[in-house]
């Protein structure tokens, strides 16, 4: 069964920084690009970062580019975003999913299909 749970959501001043933890089971590392997605109340998903599994690649929305760091640590079977520069429009829940692609980079929400429980990060201004 393959499942993602992410960690690390919580409360912060604009400007403060967070890291996020998205734990999976049930797949190896060279089988599933891993995204990072955010939906704030009222307002549809968005795609913020992925990361392939074959070479590591990156890619980032325009929106946290700069501010935001996604890596994996593949023998502990997680990947991580590093939030840096945190404004409060960043304020959402975020999830990370998987999509069993390993060359994937994509931040369409459309091509993942095993998605976590999401984790909430609040920025006060």
């Known amino acids: 069964e393959v499942r993602l749970v992410e960690s690390g959501g919580g409360l912060v001043q604009a400007g403060g920084s967070l890291r996020l933890s998205c734990v999976y089971s049930?797949?190896?590392?060279?089988?599933?690009?891993i995204g990072w997605f955010r939906q704030a109340p009222g307002k549809e998903r968005e795609g913020i970062s992925c990361i392939s599994a074959s070479d590591g690649w990156t890619s980032y929305a325009e929106s946290v580019k700069g501010r935001f760091t996604i890596s994996r640590d593949n023998a502990k079977n997680t990947v991580y975003l590093q939030l840096n520069s945190l404004k409060p429009e960043d304020t959402a829940v975020y999830f990370c999913?998987?999509?069993?692609?390993?060359?994937?980079?994509?931040?369409?929400?459309?091509?993942?299909?095993?998605w976590g429980q999401g984790t909430q990060v609040t920025v006060s201004s």
């Open positions: 049930g797949f190896t590392f060279d089988e599933y690009a």
């Open positions: 999913a998987g999509a069993s692609h390993p060359e994937l980079l994509s931040l369409n929400a459309v091509d993942f299909h095993s």
